[in-house]
């Protein structure tokens, strides 16, 4: 179909493919992208922003009932659960137009099609019957991940769903089985437990959100239980029954239960196997593709990112990894470093953490010094009917350098990005202490507790811990 050899082919066209195509565009390099179904991969089709915008819907419903706090009489509200489907479905298809103009302005040929390796530089690609190859002279992978579908907790895309599956449901289930405690299990959790869905989560670990500060974990814990949501740690779901009559009949700990849907999110794994690997010698493990830390494979022109590598799964570690693979694949030497990754599960409330965590530093041997302030002491925070949460920062004991963060509640997502750069540039708690911050803001939440590392938050009773210097 095309004769032309790129200087940059693209496979994929997600969070990292798309990013990688744009910046090896401004770079001035002729680039193709290909993508087997939409512009924006898993993370704007079916993972971050329709869930996000699901959240919206569910983070509404929450303040309404603090309606009469702030003087108001609601009656006769009703929820419809198919129209705040439409309106996720709206906001994608927004994205994905925008996606598209972008690589289009950017001078960026797209195939859409399945793309597989033919030889080292050279794409074998069919798309709608019709089989083409492509010559580039760099090839970046960019193919994610799929949800994980383990063989006894087989879905059927109807009842038993992934969270691609669920996303596409038009009514409110009334019982909501959740397989997997994990953030994408928790998150959709959250949300259903918000809008009235009857939940229960059953995660084998000892707890949910097992990646997250155990502290921080528990006021989403509370949450979700005051939303009538039921936790089952440490218990495994032992089968699953589609019922001729409708709904799926579960087994676990001693129990049987009748469910209108079960979403199993135990994980996800590399997108590899269609893309004949094996013809160009690259490695894999357990379907994920070996690279180094300037993103490339074994062979020099073919380079890989974001979750297809096996690595950190988050949409801006991919678009990351983009940027640094692109350099190499026009000549630079970059290296990507990620140390410093900020993440952020939107449950109700949503967390957000980046760096070490104090049980990390205490596996490590860190010797650490930790500040807290919670949110029901910030005036922004209450004058937001929005009480719950806490910052909390850990710091080297010697000297007081950042080394991690946790933030739950109202605007955690956000708030973390100042923490994310303070660690970034080697900040102690103390610089970020004196850095002035607005009032009345919830970022003073980050200030206080910055000034709990060594005692001194004004607005926090406590024992005064004396200060560096002192």
Known sequence: MSAKEYDVAVIGGGPGGYVAALRAAQQGASVCLFEADKLGGTCLNRGCIPTKALYATARLQEQFHQAAAHGFTLEGVSFDYAQAVARKDGIVDQLVGGIAQLLKNAGVDVFFGTAA??????????????????????????TGSRSARPKALAGDGKNILTSTEILAIKDLPARLLVIGGGYIGCEFASIF??????VTVVEQLPRIL???????????????TENGAELLTGVAVESLAVQASG??????????????????????????????????GIETVNG????DDHMRTKVPTIFAIGDVTGGVQLAHVASAQAGVAVDNALGGNRAYS????????????????VGLSEDDCKGQGIATAVGRFAFAASGKALCDGEPRGQVKIVAAKDGGRLLGASIVGEGASTMIAELALALQHGLTAAQVAHVIHAHPT???????????????????????????GA
């Open 117 to 142: 390796f033919d030889a080292v530089n050279r794409i074998r690609f069919q798309c709608k019957g019709v089989v083409g190859r492509v010559a580039a002279r760099n090839i970046i992978v960019a």
């Open 193 to 198: 437990a918000a809008l009235g869905s009857n």
């Open 210 to 224: 097992a990646g997250s500060d155990k502290q921080i974990v528990r006021e989403v814990e509370k949450a979700m």
């Open 247 to 280: 709904g799926v009949e579960a087994h676990f700990a001693g129990r049987v239960e009748l469910f209108d849907k079960v979403l199993v999110a135990v994980g996800r794994v590399p997108n590899s196997a269609a893309l004949n690997l094996d013809a160009v």
């Open 288 to 291: 994920a593709i070996m690279v």
């Open 338 to 353: 990620g140390q410093v990754v900020p993440s952020a599960v939107f449950t109700l409330p949503e967390i957000a953490q």
């Open 442 to 468: 919830l970022s003073e939440i980050i200030m206080e507790a910055a000034e709990d590392v060594d005692g001194l938050a004004v607005h926090k009773a406590g024992r005064r811990r004396t200060a560096p």
